[in-house]
């Protein structure tokens, strides 16, 4: 143990063994990569094309505290892969660790010690030690799993000679460090007798080892070799940092700025450019949408595309990629970013149509990512441009005549949607607008859907009515498909029925509707209370509205990628289900549930696709169980045809409201399973 006297007066000794010639030239050489980084810096900022007072704003209206530390240094996200999560954990603290072991040394040793002034003495100084030891060792640790990683190959990786070389780099530094302290413990140790500081010089003490049986009858050719080696660290270290510029390693900086300056806005909404009731007051349509070329980004678009370093969790969470459709999210980011500043277009010279078309919005790509980029909203912008340009097939000019001429998808006639108030009661000032939908209103199978939901709010005996004929498609699917315009003309159609009505509280059962009038509408009309029925169906159950008797039958449970991911319900649909059937959860669930494939505007039009992503999730389904229960018009049309092309027959697909609405009738199983499976 050390005495108390020794313990206040201990200090680390000073590098002694370098000639002041050589601290110069390594003062120089900091200096030199210190103006080398402010000229990337300011190639960076005229690279995201700002200005100061853009830079001052953006700063001002986007700075985060809370998300710089919650993704940037304890990695939110990246700790939801546990393995790559740990690893990059260790990679970055370690680096962190050893940049302020680094720096307290250099304010240690060349900035207060020449005034007399030392701060690694005492227990301050040993805590430092063990600081310095411990950073190492993470470092080594992550670097080890990174590079077992890649080598496995069993993680979907685009690995390409600079992973290596950033890899193999911090390996040398790190290797160079400890074999330095471990020739530094043996110089102390012998010419100043520092035996007793071993114990907190856990790891460096060990490397002395080597050393001690090289040099133990030669000290003073120990003190020539660590100012050769001291000399070839100091210069890897800057050879590196100077690199790190050009390479991947330059997340580390980019990264946290843009996790810091990310503007806030719901995850459900997609930007509004223009307001189309502005436009036809003024008069004035001279417009511009989507983006065509890099050079329609804005700063902070930019910075997000240079965030990026190309882990590819994105690309492993998306189902395009996993059908073996023209688009990879990973791509898409990694081709932008190399592209930034460039004037060139991006369709279809960097991506194909396809590309561009095969999104489906599930949002996976945008939950995955470390530091919070949002590839699929380039996609949507890139769409924009696209129908500005009319660079549209023919099914999807059919899917927007029908949205104008009919005012729903499906091109039924509006007076069909007639048949829902002599089922319930037409709205006019009851306390709840049932909104029944496109889906709902046109298609055989979903109608069903609509009945239980109704019959359910009858049972407990809800104020609420329906609008019939004047209800039209909410326009999510054409804003999805990057038709602007004709959402705002379905929004602002909706939006005068909303107010002649004084509707107030929406009850609807598609998740697409639900965050459309939930997360978009609120730009044109204001104090909506929007519910899914999913949450509307708990609440009745809490409130003990509704009595039903659970059966045993076991469900699994697909989460739409509108209601869960995209606006976080996961347990109202869980709960709803619970009460009248087991559940037997996939493997992908909730915020990491696999899409449908219906979102996006996709159910509309064919995308070329090698395994269609229904049959994908219709498979991961039915090997939980043969009773697959979704809470989406769009997943309910999509699993059930996923079936029925596999000639999967005993695999049932049932909307949560049918299996409510079954056991408050008491209908016989056989009863239920004939109404629920209509075809379509």
Known sequence: MISNLLLTTIERPNLFEIPRWELDIHYTITIIVVALYIYWAYRTYKKLGLTWPKLRDLVKNNWSWKNLFLYGIFQRKHVRDKYAGLMHILISWGIIFLTISTALVALDNDILSPHGIRILVGPFYLAFEVWSDTGGIMLLSGLTMALWRRLRKKVLLETVWDDYIVIGSLYLIAFEGFFLEGLNIFLENYYLNYQFVNQYRYLGSIFSLFWKFLFNGNPAAGITVYQVLWAIHFSTVFIVLGYALISKLSHVILSPIYITLKPKKVRGEMSTPFK????????????????????????????????????????????????????????LMQTLKKNVDQDVELVPMKFSEDFIWSCTTCQACVEECPVLIDPQSYVLEMRRNLVFESKLDKQKVQFLNNLTYTRNPLGNSPSERNVWVEKS???????????????????????????????????????????GEEEACCGESARRLGEE????????????????????????????????????????????????????????????????????????????????RINGKYDPPRFVLTKAANLNEMERS????????????????????????????????????KN?????????????????????????????????????????????????????
């Open 628 to 680: 697959v229960a979704v809470a989406c018009p769009f997943c309910l049309g999509m699993l059930e045809d996923a079936a029925r092309t596999l000639n999967m027959e005993d695999v049932k697909v049932k909307d949560i409201s049918e299996i409510i609405a079954e056991k408050i009738q008491g209908r016989s199983g056989k009863e239920s399973e004939s109404m629920s499976s209509k075809p379509a």
């Open 590 to 625: 909730k915020d990491k549930s696999f899409c449908c494939g219906g979102g996006g505007a996709n159910y509309w039009y064919k995308v070329n696709e090698k395994e269609p992503i229904s049959q994908i999730r219709i498979k991961e389904a039915s090997g939980k169980s």
């Open 425 to 467: 009661k037409k709205y006019e000032n009851e306390e709840y607008l049932l909104w029944i939908g496109c889906m709902a209103s046109f298609d055989p199978r979903t109608k069903n859907v609509a009945e239980s939901v109704i019959k359910i709010l009858k049972e407990a005996n809800v104020s609420f009515g329906v609008l």
């Open 485 to 564: 315009s004709r959402f705002q003309e379905l929004v602002m159609q909706n939006v005068q029925t909303f107010k002649n009505y004084n509707v107030k509280k929406i009850i609807t059962f598609c998740p697409h509707g639900y965050n459309t009038f939930k997360n978009e509408y609120s730009k044109f009309i204001q104090g909506l209370e929007v519910y899914h029925h999913s949450e509307f169906i708990e609440k009745l159950l809490k409130e003990n509205k509704i009595k039903i008797e659970k059966g045993n039958e076991t469900y699994t449970f697909h989460d739409p990628c509108y209601l869960g």
């Open 276 to 331: 189309l009731e502005d436009l036809l007051q003024s008069g004035t349509f001279d417009i511009k949408l989507g983006m065509k070329t890099p050079k329609d980004l804005v700063p902070i678009q930019r910075l997000e595309n240079l965030a990026c370093t190309n882990c590819g969790r994105c690309e492993r969470a998306c189902p395009a990629v996993a059908a073996g459709r023209d688009l990879s999210p990973r791509v």
